[in-house]
């Protein structure tokens, strides 16, 4: 009976243990994919080329952009969840015309913002709806 109990606490103990080391594995990862994500950026605006750039979408975290560089069509998107105190909290406000950095030798690697730099272009929320206005003065 002593012998059966010891045993089921030392599995217990063995399943706390794979599960914190699990744990501890699956934080590590996901720190080094934010880490190499961050140096990505990080090379791209160093040694990148600018251009121009045209943002179609932004939500999520996400801003989803085209570009063109040597006649070739580019749409790409960046996840920019983890430059939040760089952006606006309403991410429409960046859709429109900006800048991005590709690296010349892989212009499929680009970025719109990072740590150091950002091409995007905020704009600010026009006051008002012009056609609600129009509508007002002429019932009026």
Partial sequence: MVGSVSLIVLLWAAAGLILTLGGWLFLRALRRRQDRERLRRGTVYREGRMGEALVTDARDGIVYYQYEV???????????????????????????????????????????????????????????????????????
């Fill in 70 to 140: 040597r006649g070739v069509v580019y749409a790409a998107s960046q996840d920019v969840s983890a430059l939040v105190d760089r952006l606006p909290s309403d991410l429409t406000q960046v859709i429109g015309h900006g800048a991005l950095k590709y690296l010349p030798r892989n212009p499929a690697n680009s970025i719109t913002v990072c740590e150091e730099w950002s091409g995007l272009r905020i704009r600010q929320p026009v006051p008002g709806n012009l056609e609600n206005e129009e509508s007002e003065l002429a019932s009026s």
